[in-house]
């Protein structure tokens, strides 16, 4: 997935440019799926057994256990 900026002269000209490199702001309402998107393509080519997002979407109970154990903590030190 690439990127190329299309750069348009004074007299009207317009010349497309793919050795501009940087951020580029892209107005969405669908910021996720352009995130999705992106991870998808930045990716490296590896054979994957499972989905790299099953981990964020259902995560082990490994993680639960402790992310709970972090929000109990955080509550207890606020009061």
Do not use: C
């Amino acid at each position: 997935m690439g990127i190329s900026f299309g750069v348009e002269q004074q007299d009207g000209t317009k010349q497309l440019r793919d050795d501009i490199s940087g951020w580029a702001f892209l107005e969405t309402g669908a910021s996720l799926a352009w995130t999705l998107a992106w991870l998808n393509a930045a990716m490296p080519r590896v054979l994957r057994g499972r989905s790299v997002f099953a981990p964020y979407l259902i995560p082990p109970t490994r993680h639960i256990k402790y992310m709970n154990a972090r929000n109990q903590a955080s509550t207890t030190t606020e009061k």
